[in-house]
């Protein structure tokens, strides 16, 4: 504001309402809505989703609303990555899955997932030493070894509790931004069905998404938005935005192929780059019929765009593809 000329003249603008944000953008400046992206909203942990507790209850998260929305928040995540005291995230990494056990004091409670077409299993190969490495790095004391998931693939079994319900409810009631990424694939229906129930559909958001048929069936989880999810999402006037990376830039297969190419526009010969993302993007607009968003992750310390050329290249790959 200062170089700009004083208050309220800078390029960075927040905006609380859907004309602020149009005349924010129409003056060719950048529209911010303020977001709560974190593990335990509201300090609201999975033990206290028991009204007994007295700190999180239906009345309490009417307060903790009516206080983020004075402050000028506007789009929220239920969920996060650990289970809270509003519904089960999804199931796609074990060092996440060592955290709730030690943010939230429980493992999460894995089922087979729908279908046939999931690959990832939790706790597979998950062995003492691996456990107690990230247990430590984590810092924390715990002794006990989760059980592996005897089923072929691992989803969440917990979908949303009904205080979950309550904050939905009162999100809604204001026109909040609710986004449900992260959310387990029974969190995820039963928040779409709560869209569907009202007319004309309320448009939920998911913010940084990773497609589940651009994916080898070997590293599919639920992490990863199904095209019936996204159908979904659009015919409520949902929106979504395509995730700037590789699924396997944030794991040890980084630099090996998992993708599946889409589309002939751009050719598939460059993990990880700008091209398998365009081939994302083109999948990601093709399905929602109208205006896909950028969702970079990037406080998130998600893996980013790779390079096309040097060392590093397509996934270093001297040969490319």
């Given at each position: 504001?200062?170089?700009?000329?004083?208050?309220g003249?800078?390029?960075?603008r927040?905006?609380?309402?859907?004309?602020q944000a149009?005349?924010v953008?129409?003056q060719?400046?950048?529209?911010?809505?303020?977001g709560?992206?974190?593990?335990?909203?509201?300090?609201?942990?999975f033990?206290e989703?028991?009204?007994?507790?007295?700190?999180?209850t239906a009345?309490?998260v009417?307060?903790?609303?009516d206080?983020?929305?004075?402050?000028?928040v506007?789009h929220?995540?239920?969920v996060h990555?650990?289970d809270?005291?509003?519904g089960?995230?999804?199931?796609?990494?074990d060092?996440?899955?060592?955290?709730?056990?030690?943010?939230?004091?429980?493992?999460w409670?894995?089922?087979?997932?729908?279908?046939?077409?999931?690959?990832?299993k939790?706790?597979?190969?998950?062995?003492?030493s691996?456990?107690?490495?990230i247990?430590?790095?984590?810092?924390f004391?715990?002794a006990?070894?989760?059980?592996?998931?005897?089923?072929d693939?691992s989803?969440?079994?917990r979908?949303?509790?009904?205080?979950g319900?309550v904050?939905?409810?009162?999100?809604m009631?204001r026109?909040?931004v609710i986004?449900?990424?992260h959310?387990?694939?029974?969190?995820?229906?039963?928040?779409?069905?709560i869209a569907?129930s009202v007319?004309?559909g309320?448009?939920?958001v998911?913010?940084?998404?990773?497609?589940?048929?651009l994916n080898q069936?070997?590293?599919?989880h639920?992490?990863?938005?199904t095209r019936?999810?996204?159908?979904?999402?659009?015919?409520?006037?949902?929106?979504?935005?395509?995730m700037?990376?590789?699924?396997?830039?944030?794991?040890?297969n980084?630099g090996?192929?998992?993708?599946?190419p889409y589309g002939t526009?751009v050719?598939?010969d460059c993990?990880?780059?700008t091209?398998?993302w365009a081939?994302?993007?083109?999948?990601?607009?093709?399905?929602?019929?109208g205006?896909?968003a950028?969702?970079s992750?990037?406080n998130?310390v998600a893996?980013?765009?790779?390079?096309?050329?040097?060392?590093?290249?397509?996934?270093c790959?001297p040969?490319?593809?």
């Open positions: 504001d200062a170089a700009a000329g004083g208050p003249q800078g390029w960075f927040i905006v609380t309402s859907p004309n149009r005349s953008i129409e060719g400046k950048l529209a911010v809505v303020l709560i992206e974190m593990d335990n909203l509201f300090n609201c942990k033990e989703a028991d009204p007994a507790s007295g700190k999180c009345e309490s009417r307060a903790f609303v206080e983020y929305w004075a402050q000028g506007r929220i995540f239920p990555n650990f809270n005291a509003f089960s995230p999804a199931t796609w990494q060092a996440i899955h060592a955290g709730n056990r030690g943010v939230e004091g429980r493992w409670d894995a089922e087979d997932c729908p279908g046939t077409a999931y690959g990832f939790l706790n597979d190969g998950f062995g003492t691996l456990f107690n490495l247990m430590s790095l984590f810092g004391d715990i006990e070894v989760p059980a592996p998931h005897s089923g693939a989803c969440n079994k979908g949303l509790t009904p205080l319900r904050l939905i409810d009162q999100l009631a026109g909040m986004d449900i990424d959310m387990s694939n029974r969190a995820i229906d039963e928040m779409l069905t569907e007319e004309p309320y448009p939920v998911a913010s940084h998404v990773q497609f589940f048929a069936e070997s590293i599919r639920e992490r990863m938005r019936a999810q996204l159908e979904r999402i659009r015919d409520v006037g949902g929106m979504i935005a395509a700037l990376k590789d699924d396997v830039q944030d794991t040890d980084i090996r192929k998992f993708n599946v526009t050719a598939d993990r990880h780059s091209k398998t081939q994302m993007y083109q999948y990601a607009v093709d399905v929602m019929g205006p896909v950028f969702g992750d990037f998130g893996g980013q765009v790779g390079p096309r050329p040097g060392s590093e290249g397509c996934g790959d040969g490319r593809g």
